[in-house]
């Protein structure tokens, strides 16, 4: 049985920190292209960041860029979202899932979720 277990959410002020981490069970970690999404009541579901089986390839939403960085660790069977100076309008549950397509990784695969996600953990920002 395949599980994508987020943790690491909660609430924190403008301008601070937080780091998220997934951990996955029941599939061959590696072999995938991971994602960080993130979903705001009213919104649309986005693609926050993702990242190639190896790390060397990583995109990241626009809006996003330089102030969250997305990390695996392969033997931990482990996917993280640093989160730095963080906004109120990124206050969202966050989701992991693998990729629909591990490769190439790109603008367009990143946003295409594949079959295994994690339940969401909410992000709060306040003001």
């Known amino acids: 049985q395949v599980q994508l277990v987020e943790s690491g959410g909660g609430s924190v002020q403008a301008g601070g920190s937080l780091k998220l981490s997934c951990t996955a069970s029941g599939l061959a970690f590696g072999g995938y292209s991971l994602a960080w999404f993130r979903q705001s009541p009213g919104k649309e579901r986005e693609g926050v960041a993702c990242?190639?089986?190896?790390?060397?390839?990583?995109h990241y939403a626009e809006s996003l860029r330089g102030r969250f960085t997305i990390s695996r660790n392969n033997p931990a069977n482990a996917l993280y979202l640093q989160m730095d100076s963080l906004k109120p309008e990124d206050t969202a549950v966050y989701y992991c899932?693998?990729?629909?397509?591990?490769?190439?990784?790109?603008?367009?695969?990143?946003?295409?979720?594949?079959?295994?996600w994690g339940q969401g953990i909410q992000v709060t920002v306040s003001s």
């Open positions: 899932a693998t990729l629909a397509v591990s490769w190439p990784v790109d603008p367009d695969s990143c946003r295409n979720g594949g079959d295994y």
């Open positions: 990242i190639s089986q190896s790390a060397r390839t990583k």
